[in-house]
T-cell receptor, first 109, second 117 residues
Framework: QKEVEQNSGPLSVPEGAIASLNCTYS??????FFWYRQYSGKSPELIMF????GDKEDGRFTAQLNKASQYVSLLIRDSQPSDSATYLC?????????FGDGTTLTVKP | DGGITQSPKYLFRKEGQNVTLSCEQN?????MYWYRQDPGQGLRLIYY???????QKGDIAEGYSVSREKKESFPLTVTSAQKNPTAFYLC????????????????FGPGTRLLVL
């Protein structure tokens, strides 16, 4: 079992729809959780971080964390073609981050 | 401009050769990291350093070596012992790895693609 697992893709949604990306982790000591976006051939860039149970909203993005269930998710509302990318979930414990394999999202116009 | 630079953008290695990838940051971050990314996969940690003159092995350190003589620099050497080095190598840094929260956010350089001749 991988330490960080993301829902298998690719995920395809129409423009304007909600995209839902999921991530589960095995290390109960994990304290910080991150979502990065990676365009093809480019390096990852931070979308959201969350470290308290509940929801955190930033514009069209909402991160949800449930430490009891060891689950973190990212919702993208009003999806745009520019959101088409691979989304990486990262889980951190004492400064060491473990990344999932990513979910590739395609938003179709 | 503050940021992380990596060079070269592309690197070709001959069999039996050691090659060194450069990573420099002017963000005054304490921690630096090296990751390897293979096609269709996530990032795998090679080495990380939380302070100058100290570094730890990550999950796939075999065949790689690093040094951290300056806060700003964290070069990675791919040795001849690494039999399958073709990959996208990413360097990252973070402000303070010891405190949970936004300080653990990692900022990435543009990456180096290593190809074997």
């Amino acid at each position: 079992q991988k330490e960080v697992e993301q829902n298998s893709g690719p995920l395809s949604v129409p423009e304007g729809a909600i995209a839902s990306l999921n991530c589960t982790y095995s290390d109960r000591g994990s304290q910080s959780f991150f979502w990065y976006r990676q365009y093809s051939g480019k390096s990852p860039e931070l979308i959201m971080f969350i470290y308290s149970n509940g929801d955190k909203e930033d514009g069209r993005f909402t991160a949800q964390l449930n430490k009891a269930s060891q689950y973190v998710s990212l919702l993208i509302r009003d999806s745009q073609p520019s959101d088409s990318a691979t989304y990486l979930c990262a889980v951190s414990n004492a400064g060491k981050s473990t990344f999932g394999d990513g979910t590739t999202l395609t938003v179709k116009p | 401009d503050g940021g992380i630079t990596q060079s070269p953008k592309y690197l070709f290695r001959k069999e039996g050769q050691n090659v060194t990838l450069s990573c420099e940051q002017n963000l005054n971050h304490d921690a630096m990291y090296w990751y390897r990314q293979d096609p269709g996969q996530g990032l795998r940690l090679i080495y990380y350093s939380q302070i100058v003159n100290d570094f730890q092995k990550g999950d796939i350190a075999e065949g790689y070596s690093v040094s951290r003589e300056k806060k700003e620099s964290f070069p990675l050497t791919v040795t001849s012992a690494q039999k399958n080095p073709t990959a996208f190598y990413l360097c990252a840094s973070s402000i303070d790895p010891g405190t949970s929260g936004p300080q653990e956010t990692q900022y990435f350089g543009p990456g180096t693609r290593l190809l074997v001749l």
